[in-house]
């Protein structure tokens, strides 16, 4: 347990922080799961929107630090082309 006052703060912060964290990481797994969707429905069309659309999430997230921007850049590839190989 956090016996002086900045290590208490910490504490207080680092829960914060944890939740914003989790909250987001939700979101980009729901992002990446509808691309995935999307592409298995069989409709070129509707998982290129949704993958423009998730792109901007991902993006945003890797530059928070919440995922590394290499990771964000290969989960990106990966889907933009399964869309590709859709057609």
Do not use: C, P, Y
Not at 41 to 50: L, P, R
């Amino acid at each position: 347990m956090a016996n002086t006052a900045q290590a208490k703060k910490r504490a207080r912060q680092t829960i914060k922080q944890r939740e914003r964290n989790f909250g987001l990481r939700s979101k980009l797994r729901t992002a990446i799961k509808a691309i995935r969707t999307a592409i298995a429905s069989g409709d070129k069309n509707q998982a290129e929107i949704t993958f423009r659309k998730s792109v901007s999430i991902i993006d945003s997230i890797a530059g928070k630090g919440i995922l590394h921007k290499n990771k964000a850049s290969r989960h990106k590839s990966r889907l933009s082309g399964a869309i590709k190989a859709m057609g």
